[in-house]
């Protein structure tokens, strides 16, 4: 089912460019003009910030600690307002439309002891759903195949301390997932993960057909799960190109406090070599 | 870090766990109250309320030794309070013992008596009510009996981040311990004020970030949930029976006094 496209040098795994059936929206996904924020104390968190992002892309939100990016984040679904315009699928941010921009737009947090606050694995799921008004049934519908998107069916009557650091990880991205949100913005989702979660993170999140911001300090996982990618430092977006371009242009990652991450060139040449058999053997077929 | 959990056996299958966390509360209440208005030199009355709970605790299939562990929690508060006092109240005219040279006063030893078998009565009902409902049916019950929904959600929560908080404080001590070299730090006062500050900094912190994420999830200031349970005739006519019960015994205290008088 995976389509091959072609980009011009650049590498392509195969995985990541496949293209599942996505809403179908007019809109962008997320435009945001000229956005101004400040924090009570003064601190000049974001400067000027214009932004477009289309439905169905995956783009990776990089930058130095303090640049900006979790402010921006917390824009996203109106939980911080700054002098400005951002509209989610055109809607602006007024107070009728925060209820449903909270629907589409799902955050998941850094830390998952923040968002695993109730006392078994099904209610915190169930959360987001019995908040939106849902029947009982469609609660029970929606918890389910969330658990089962993240792999942790069967755990609905587990609590929270239960679980490993990887299982909390799923469980608070399945508690956003059960709201069938069209945006997934994603804080620093791999962090302090073994390489079994960040590798079983990685293609959970691969496999979701919504748009997705991931901020995240983790280069090869923005590689592998995003297209785009936006450099942000000291408040303003300093680079905004698709993720081969960015990560190859060391100067600009040198500027911003960025390096490409070691192995690479390895890395890029064996994906080329990948897409290159995985042409062959389809021409063969 | 191993924790032990307020609900540790509420998984158990036995007539008390199935039955609902109302019945439950009002009935293991009721004792509580009824118990503690008893006169305390009604012997027979606290027999035959230790013989109830007991018998509740049978059905109940609690370990004996899980209850009695929980139980000796009230210890220390018993000595704070009570147990000097048979040797300094008063003489009042009623006699005294005198054991090894040391008085009681009678009025004294009754009194210590009193605050030692209402306090062990109150201990055991609510280890049998806390240890044979989930701790999540538990606040639900409390919800649904109309207790504000603020007290249940502040035990809900302090429920759930006690543990982290007392992870981190475990960690706190072992990074201290790390560079400790004079060996008893636990006697620096000022050690322990800076982690106890340091605690709670992180904590209100961590409850910002809990409210950001609840917020995210659509919370608009309610708490919201499904009951599944209904009271069944079981349920009421149990812990109506049980209620009848001590009731009874209560009140024939009651008419003995008047037969006597």
């Known amino acids: 089912m995976a389509e091959e496209s072609q980009s011009e040098g650049g590498l392509v795994p195969a995985f990541r460019r496949q293209k599942r059936e996505t809403k179908m929206h007019h809109h962008k ?60 699928f055109n809607l602006p941010i007024v107070s009728e439309n925060i209820r449903e921009i909270r629907r589409r737009v799902g955050v998941v947090f850094q830390d998952p002891d923040d968002q695993l606050f109730c006392p078994t694995v099904f209610d915190d ?56 949100p069209d945006i997934l913005v994603l804080d620093e989702p791999s962090s302090n993960l073994d390489p079994k979660g960040r590798r079983e993170l990685l293609s959970i999140l691969v496999s979701i057909p919504v748009t997705k911001i991931v901020v995240t300090h983790d280069l090869l996982f923005a590689m592998e799960l995003c297209d785009r990618a936006i450099i942000m430092d000291d408040g303003k977006i300093v680079a905004d190109g698709s993720i081969d371009d960015i990560l190859a242009d060391e100067d600009v990652l040198d500027a911003h406090g960025l390096e490409a991450p070691a192995g690479i060139e390895e890395i890029k040449q064996r994906a080329k070599e990948r897409s290159k058999v995985h042409r062959l053997r389809s021409t063969e077929a | 870090m191993k924790h032990s959990y307020l609900d540790s056996f509420s998984n158990l299958d036995s007539f008390i766990h199935h039955l609902d966390a109302r019945a439950k509360i009002i009935m293991f209440f009721s004792l509580v109250i009824l118990a503690v208005s008893t006169p305390a030199h009604d012997y027979y009355a606290f027999a035959v309320y230790f013989g109830i709970l007991f018998f509740l605790l049978l059905m109940s299939r609690l370990p004996l ?66 240890s044979s409902t989930s701790f999540k049916d538990l606040m639900r019950g409390f919800e649904r009996l109309k207790v504000p929904p603020i007290f249940t959600a502040i035990a809900s929560f302090m429920y759930r981040y006690l543990f982290v908080v007392a992870d981190e404080a475990m960690r706190m001590k072992i990074a201290r311990d790390s560079r400790n070299f004079s060996g008893k730090w636990i006697w620096d006062t000022r050690v322990i004020a800076h982690m106890i500050g340091s605690l709670f900094m992180r904590s209100y912190e961590r409850g910002e970030r809990v409210y950001l994420a609840m917020v995210s999830r659509g919370y608009d200031g309610t708490m919201r949930g499904f009951d599944d349970t209904q009271l069944s005739r079981k349920d009421l006519l149990f812990a109506s029976g049980i209620i009848l019960a001590i009731l009874l015994i209560r009140l024939s205290v009651l008419i003995n006094l008047k037969l006597v008088n």
């Open chain 1, 29 to 88: 996904a997320i435009e945001i003009k000229n956005l101004y924020f400040s924090y009570p104390d003064g601190t000049r968190a974001l400067n000027k910030i214009n932004l477009s992002i289309e439905n169905g892309e995956s783009v990776a939100l990089l930058g130095p600690n303090g640049a900006g990016k979790s402010t921006l984040l917390l824009h996203l679904n109106a939980i911080l307002q700054g002098q400005g315009e951002i509209r989610i």
């Open chain 1, 125 to 180: 799921v169930a959360f987001g759903p019995i908040n939106m008004g849902l029947s009982r049934e469609e609660v029970n519908k929606r918890v389910k195949k969330a658990l089962g998107e993240v792999g942790m069916k069967g755990f609905e009557e587990k609590a929270a301390y239960h679980l490993s650091f990887g299982q909390k990880k799923r469980v608070a991205t399945a508690t956003v997932l059960s709201m069938e």
């Open chain 2, 65 to 130: 030794g899980h209850v009695f562990k929980r139980s000796l929690v009230v210890v220390p508060f018993v000595l704070m309070v009570a147990v000097f006092i048979p040797f300094f109240k008063a003489n009042t005219g009623t006699g005294g013992y005198n054991i090894g040279g040391i008085n009681m006063s009678k009025s004294g030893l009754l009194v210590f008596w009193n605050v030692v078998v209402k306090s062990y009565i109150g201990v055991i009902s609510m280890i049998i009510l806390s």
